[in-house]
């Protein structure tokens, strides 16, 4: 079993920045892949970054490459997503999981979930 909280959403405007965390603590020796979703309000799940966990590859979905950036630091078993240039429409729960690969990335090859943390991007 793992653990899986975030930290570090909150309310900010447009073209601004938020760092997200992700610690995960439980069984975490075997190597796992870890990433981050997203779900708007009336809107589906949808990938959003993944890392692998030497962090030499990772995936971006299209609507933030350029502007978010995953990283992991497997010494406090931890993955970071820097979300810069904000827009409205990022607006939404962001959740962190873990996945035994970073690619595809996707919900249902999800195998830990967080609670999720509140991004909210005013125009």
């Known amino acids: 079993q793992v653990t899986l909280v975030e930290s570090g959403g909150g309310l900010v405007q447009a073209g601004g920045s938020l760092r997200l965390s992700c610690a995960a603590s439980?069984?975490?020796?075997?190597?796992?892949?870890m990433g981050w979703f997203r779900q708007a309000p009336e809107k589906d799940r949808e990938s959003v970054a993944s890392?692998?966990?030497?962090?030499?590859?990772?995936y971006y979905a299209d609507s933030v490459k350029g502007r978010f950036t995953i990283s992991r630091d497997n010494a406090k078993n931890t993955v970071y997503l820097q979300m810069n240039s904000l827009k409205p429409e990022d607006t939404a729960v962001y959740y962190c999981?873990?996945?035994?690969?970073?690619?595809?990335?996707?919900?249902?090859?999800?195998?830990?979930w967080g609670q999720g943390t509140q991004v909210t991007v005013s125009s």
């Open positions: 999981a873990t996945g035994r690969l970073y690619t595809p990335w996707v919900p249902e090859k999800a195998a830990y």
């Open positions: 439980g069984r975490t020796a075997s190597p796992y892949a």
């Open positions: 890392i692998t966990w030497s962090g030499s590859s990772t």
